[in-house]
């Protein structure tokens, strides 16, 4: 089985990136696929991640690379001392809660990318030690860049489940697809 990511209009660079970010986001929430909160708060590997930890951190990122695209404040902007909420559910929250609030993201991402003028439009980075000084990357970086972000952590994700119950990422497809 092919996790094939699809095409829009032959040519279009915007349906393109937004296909292959959202293919990523799909392979992080399907690794929660039939699991309970409980399994996916656990880190059954040696890593610190948690599944559901991975989910909020890349919900996070995308929203932080929006709102430098946007050149608004992020809300939900971490700090020294709230990093390593980052990584882990607090306060409450549910899998269902970060789903629903990395949908309104997505959401408002695809509303972005397909309303700017020009995927070579820029922004600047935000001062930071791994940052050059002054520097600045275009709409279709971040693109790739949230493409790379979530494509390392769905690999994590595929890890940590595997560690869970055995089940793959191919497993996860055909599960989903009721074809398991």
Same mark, same amino acid.
């Given at each position: 089985?092919?996790?094939? %990511?699809?095409?829009?209009?032959?040519?279009?660079? &915007?349906? =393109?990136?937004?296909?292959?970010? @959202?293919? $990523? +986001?799909?392979?992080?929430?399907?690794?929660?696929?039939?699991?309970?909160?409980?399994?996916?708060?656990?880190?059954?590997?040696?890593?610190?991640?948690?599944?559901?930890?991975?989910?909020?951190? %890349?919900?996070?990122?995308?929203?932080?690379?929006? &709102?430098? =695209?946007?050149?608004?404040?992020? @809300?939900? $902007? +971490?700090?020294?001392?709230?990093?390593?909420?980052?990584?882990?559910?607090?306060?409450?929250?549910?899998?269902?809660?970060?789903?629903?609030?990395?949908?309104?993201?997505?959401?408002?991402?695809?509303?972005?990318?397909?309303?700017?003028?020009?995927?070579?439009?820029?922004?600047?980075?935000?001062?930071?030690?791994?940052?050059?000084?002054?520097?600045?990357?275009?709409?279709?970086?971040?693109?790739?860049?949230?493409?790379?972000?979530?494509?390392?952590?769905?690999?994590?994700?595929?890890?940590?489940?595997?560690?869970?119950?055995?089940?793959?990422?191919?497993?996860?497809?055909?599960?989903?697809?009721?074809?398991?």
């Amino acid at each position: 089985m092919v996790a094939l %990511v699809p095409t829009e209009a032959h040519g279009d660079e &915007r349906g =393109a990136f937004l296909n292959f970010v @959202e293919a $990523q +986001r799909a392979a992080l929430r399907r690794s929660l696929l039939g699991l309970t909160e409980k399994q996916a708060a656990s880190r059954p590997s040696a890593s610190e991640l948690s599944l559901s930890g991975l989910l909020k951190h %890349v919900a996070e990122v995308e929203l932080n690379w929006l &709102r430098l =695209a946007q050149q608004r404040p992020n @809300e939900r $902007q +971490r700090t020294e001392e709230t990093w390593g909420e980052a990584f882990r559910l607090v306060d409450g929250e549910t899998v269902p809660d970060v789903v629903a609030f990395w949908e309104d993201v997505a959401k408002q991402t695809e509303e972005f990318v397909r309303s700017v003028p020009s995927l070579d439009d820029t922004f600047p980075l935000p001062p930071a030690p791994w940052f050059p000084k002054d520097g600045r990357v275009s709409v279709r970086w971040m693109l790739l860049h949230l493409v790379q972000e979530m494509g390392r952590h769905a690999g994590h994700a595929d890890i940590v489940r595997e560690s869970l119950d055995g089940k793959g990422s191919f497993d996860l497809i055909a599960e989903e697809n009721g074809t398991a």
